[in-house]
């Protein structure tokens, strides 16, 4: 398996109402230094209907502003539409919505 396919199998994973950084779905891909790839591979997602990339967010919990699927607006906008606060500087507080990996 390839590096994009592992991590959209972990991107998969994401529950609704949770989000995951790039650089905690490049550990679970299997490389710690994947945060860029993880990156590259959601902005050529395949699947967005099956693969939730809006649900991956940086480190500092901001939004992507290039988000590939509508924007940074379309993405905080589906992370709302599923219970997700997106705070008016783009971002989520990753105390209250990170994903623990479980």
Not at 55 to 68: S, T
Request: glycine share 10%; net charge neutral; aromatic share 10%.
């Amino acid at each position: 398996m390839g590096a994009f396919e592992r991590i959209y199998e972990v991107v998969r994973k994401i529950p609704r109402g949770k989000v995951a950084t790039y650089g905690q779905i490049a550990c679970m891909a299997g490389n710690p230094r994947w945060a860029r790839v993880v990156g590259y591979a959601l902005h050529s997602n395949p699947d967005p209907e099956h693969i939730p990339c809006f649900r991956v967010v940086n480190r500092f919990g901001g939004l992507a502003p290039a988000f590939a699927f509508g924007g940074e607006d379309e993405q905080a906008r589906l992370l709302r539409a599923e219970g997700v606060e997106v705070r008016s500087d783009n971002t989520v507080d990753l105390e209250k919505f990170l994903w623990d990996g479980l």
